[in-house]
């Protein structure tokens, strides 16, 4: 027993570093949608 919950440990461990070195590497892409906002011009002072 005492083998098999030190395996478990070792994969959750390689799992989180794996997750870990994915998320650091993966080139996350930035939005391409234009955001256009009309403000009124109400909201300025003068």
């Not at 870990?20 to 009309?38: G, H, M, Q, Y």
Request: charged share 20%; aromatic share 6%; hydrophobic share 55%.
């Amino acid at each position: 027993m005492k083998n098999v919950s030190r395996i478990v440990l070792l994969l959750l461990l390689a799992l989180l570093v794996g997750g870990a070195v994915f998320l650091a590497t993966w080139d996350i892409p930035s939005p391409v949608a234009k955001t256009e906002k009309v403000i009124p011009d109400e909201r300025f002072p003068r």
